[in-house]
């Protein structure tokens, strides 16, 4: 069973940046696609940023659209983390953000984090 932890939400003031991590455990890190969505307040969850596993171009300019131009997805498979920074924060960006282990080539989720939380003050 993989678990996935997300951190480093928090209050961050508009126009800053932040940087989310999820630590993977109990499966094989390096070798699944991985993906961060976001749930706003009285929204449905949306997509953010993938990243494959492979490096190659699968999810190569697929961001939310409303984070495009913003955001940088990353990982380290040594340490088995991936990482979304997102920057020129706005109150839009309220949300929930959760980690997931994707199906191949995919945005569909297999496994989900349980959410870290991310406000946006103006």
């Known amino acids: 069973q993989v678990r996935l932890v997300e951190s480093g939400g928090g209050l961050v003031q508009a126009g800053g940046s932040l940087r989310l991590s999820c630590a993977a455990s109990?499966?094989?890190?390096?070798?699944?696609?991985m993906g961060w969505f976001r749930q706003a307040p009285g929204k449905e969850r949306e997509f953010v940023a993938a990243?494959?596993?492979?490096?190659?171009?699968?999810?190569?300019?697929k961001f939310g659209d409303s984070v495009k131009g913003r955001c940088t997805i990353s990982r380290d498979n040594a340490m088995k983390t991936v990482y979304l920074q997102i920057r020129n924060l706005g109150p839009e960006d309220t949300a929930v953000y959760y980690c997931?282990?994707?199906?191949?080539?995919?945005?569909?989720?297999?496994?989900w984090g349980q959410g870290t939380q991310v406000t946006v003050s103006s």
């Open positions: 997931a282990v994707l199906l191949a080539g995919t945005t569909s989720v297999r496994y």
């Open positions: 109990g499966g094989a890190f390096s070798s699944v696609d």
């Open positions: 990243n494959s596993w492979t490096g190659g171009n699968a999810y190569l300019g």
